[in-house]
């Protein structure tokens, strides 16, 4: 059985695990012979998604993923008015729903009192 690949994409941050994770698949400024670390590259995580009102909505289990692939930043462009993306796509083993994770009740608004 074949998995796609996932792509996660997130705003660029102060954060450093996807690059730290990215290079262990192969790290560019080592030197000969340490560029790749395969004894923990590969990685059991959940992916978790969120609702508006920040409430978890739905997880996923993913199982073996590594990363095949890491933009540290879009194209920049002086004259546009975006936000810098960080995007990794990770291949995988396999992957399932979280089903520990149920549907979150809708918050309730309550008027600000006056």
Do not use: C, M
Request: proline share 3%; glycine share 8%; net charge negative.
């Amino acid at each position: 059985t074949e998995f796609e690949a996932i792509t996660l994409e997130r705003g660029v941050t102060h954060d450093k695990e996807f690059e730290q994770w990215a290079n262990k698949v192969w790290n560019y400024g080592s030197g000969l012979g340490s560029e790749v670390s395969l004894s923990d590259f590969r990685k059991d995580l959940i992916v978790e998604v969120y609702n508006e009102a920040g409430q978890l909505a739905i997880a996923y289990k993913v199982y073996r993923a590594w990363v095949s692939e890491f933009q540290a930043q879009a194209d920049l462009d002086g004259n546009a008015n975006a936000v810098l993306i960080q995007t990794i796509k990770l291949e995988n083993e396999g992957w399932e729903r979280d089903y520990e994770v149920s549907e979150p009740s809708e918050p309730k608004y309550t008027e600000p009192a006056g």
